[in-house]
């Protein structure tokens, strides 16, 4: 994580992600943690993940409006673990 431009923004948006799927945060909270990170990043070289958060957040806002509430649990964990696996894959600004 050491390599990251904004590596606070990307603990705060892991943590708030491993509460989620813990059960420790709600989906208010977590989408707060994204839109918070989303606007502390301004470099170009790490405009992927400001990219990156915004659609996370957006499938989440579509999943909490658009899919039966049944749902709503195992569709909003697919999308964090696509961004937590994105992440992951991508731990180095210049990558």
């Given at each position: ?76 964990r697919d999308a964090i673990e696509q961004l937590l696996s994105r992440i992951h894959g991508r ?5």
């Amino acid at each position: 994580m050491s390599n990251w431009l904004y590596p606070e923004a990307i603990a705060r948006v892991e943590s708030a992600c491993n509460l989620f799927i813990s059960g420790d945060l709600d989906i208010n909270g977590l989408q707060a943690s994204l839109y918070q990170s989303e606007l502390e990043i301004e470099a170009i070289e790490e405009s992927w993940f400001r990219s990156l958060l915004s659609d996370t957040e957006n499938k989440l806002e579509e999943i909490k409006y658009l899919m039966p509430c049944e749902e709503h649990k195992a569709a909003m964990r697919d999308a964090i673990e696509q961004l937590l696996s994105r992440i992951h894959g991508r731990g180095k600004a210049s990558g």
